[in-house]
């Protein structure tokens, strides 16, 4: 599956954002996909994912509330909508998908990675 993330940018503290994934090839392989976010000498931790047969979600403690994860299964995009951004979400945001649905928070659990995009909060 090849993923490709767009929406990222500058933005001040508390503003929005929506960041997109849009899978192609052997897309009926995958069944979780997944935001994921790494920032200059820190591993990369999850945001938040979402199943594709149910749209079951799941989100990290520090974005619940703020951030909304779904998906258009017709156009094969999963999205994120980022509201009341902090200067701590400031990061490299990648998309990643997995053909697993058993462990959705967890990194090693998919397969296939989006180049990342940047996000910068400012304060």
């Known amino acids: 599956v090849q993923l490709q993330a767009s929406g990222g940018g500058l933005v001040q503290a508390g503003g929005s954002l929506r960041l997109s994934c849009a899978a192609s090839g052997r897309t009926f392989r995958t069944y979780l996909t997944g935001w994921f976010r790494q920032v200059p000498g820190k591993e990369r931790e999850f945001v938040a994912s979402i199943k594709w047969n149910t749209g079951k979600t799941y989100y990290a403690d520090s974005v619940k509330g703020r951030f909304t994860i779904s998906r258009d299964n017709a156009k094969n995009t999963v999205s994120l909508e980022m509201n009341g951004l902090k200067p701590e979400d400031t990061a490299v945001y990648y998309c990643?998908?997995?053909?697993?649905?058993?462990?959705?928070?967890?990194?090693?659990?998919?397969?296939?990675w989006g180049q990342g995009t940047q996000v910068t909060v400012s304060s």
């Open positions: 990643a998908a997995a053909s697993r649905t058993t462990f959705p928070t967890t990194r090693s659990n998919y397969d296939d």
